[in-house]
T-cell receptor, first 110, second 116 residues
């Protein structure tokens, strides 16, 4: 069945470090891919998305490229800030159903 | 942006009792709401989809008599866990959207249920 495998955390980085959170997926059709972020005490918020192969989603300095050949959608940011500390979820949407990864907790220290 | 709230944020109940969790869309009309469950270190699992004024559609393996979902208005859906047991302890998250736009769901902050 459809599924998402996400890099396990927690991840701790120093401010201004480079971030990569790996995400790979399994899907029978042509899913849309998403990254959601959850800040403490808040609901999941859409960070970025890509709806077809080779699309690049970007927002707030974060980027992810839909790679069909490697079934991946890795999240990257060139220089993280303390305010980026949160839990990040990779997800795919096929039909009308979301499949989420397990979430990766990121802590950025000054 | 669209805001979804959940109440309560945390609840502790005794085994055998029922507990109700509310999910509200604060600034839009939610024609469709989704209920998810998340176990520690696991992903969110869709439990059911509810459309306003209709019966909820449950995912395979989810007991509809145990997890009662009501979506009586365009801004409120409730999840009632009936005769709760310790294994029902989990993090319950709702999301809402309109016009069946599953790709544009807005999530609540979640409710932590602990059954003792």
């Amino acid at each position: 069945g459809d599924s998402v495998t996400q890099m396990e955390g927690p991840v701790t980085l120093s401010e201004e470090a480079f971030l990569t959170i790996n995400c790979t997926y399994t899907a029978t059709g042509y899913p849309s891919l998403f990254w959601y972020v959850q800040y403490p005490g808040e609901g999941l918020q859409l960070l970025l998305k890509a709806t077809k192969a080779d699309d690049k989603g970007s927002n707030k300095g974060f980027e992810a490229t839909y790679r069909k050949e490697t079934t991946s959608f890795h999240l990257e940011k060139g220089s993280v800030q303390v305010s980026d500390s949160a839990v990040y979820f990779c997800a795919l949407l096929t039909g009308n159903q979301f499949y989420f990864g397990t979430g990766t907790s990121l802590t950025v220290i000054p | 942006g669209a805001v979804v709230s959940q109440h309560p944020s945390r609840v502790i109940c005794k085994s055998g009792t029922s507990v109700k969790i509310e999910c509200r869309s604060l600034d839009f009309q939610a024609t469709t709401m989704f209920w998810y469950r998340q176990f520690p270190k696991q992903s969110l699992m869709l439990m059911a989809t509810s459309n306003e004024g209709s019966k909820a559609t449950y995912e395979q393996g989810v007991e509809k008599d145990k997890f009662l979902i009501n979506h009586a208005s365009l801004t409120l859906s409730t999840l009632t866990v009936t005769s709760a047991h310790p294994e029902d302890s989990s993090f319950y998250i709702c999301s809402a959207t309109w016009q069946g736009r599953a790709y544009e769901q807005y999530f609540g902050p979640g409710t932590r249920l602990t059954v003792t």
